[in-house]
């Protein structure tokens, strides 16, 4: 039981980053910039901490600019990599326009 315990744990240390081994460089960029994105339009602060709502939306915007192209190009030019735009598909394609909206709710 212990062996296979420590297996999964194991497993689940050691794949994901063999798992991002495989992925060219301006992919891997691009995901880590694109989640770190994602996170923060995720922060809407609660009415009591809208003090921090500009520091957020600077973050934001230093973060999600320019992703929406650049989701594109990679697509793009990874086209017959299944592999990859797998990957490039689980981002949604047009979130610029609306970031700051979302966050200022």
Not at 50 to 75: N, S, V
């Amino acid at each position: 039981m212990r062996t296979t315990v420590f297996g999964v744990l194991l497993l689940t240390i050691v794949l994901p980053s063999i798992a991002e081994e495989w992925l060219p460089r301006d992919v891997r960029r691009f995901v880590e910039r694109r989640e770190g994105c994602d996170h923060m339009r995720g922060e809407i602060p609660a009415p009591r901490e809208k003090r921090h709502l500009p520091e957020l939306l600077r973050e934001i915007q230093r973060l999600c600019m320019g992703t929406d192209a650049r989701l594109a190009q990679l697509k793009k030019k990874y086209q017959e990599n299944s592999s990859v735009m797998q990957l490039l598909g689980e981002f949604e394609p047009d979130i610029e326009a609306g970031a700051a909206t979302r966050t200022s709710r």
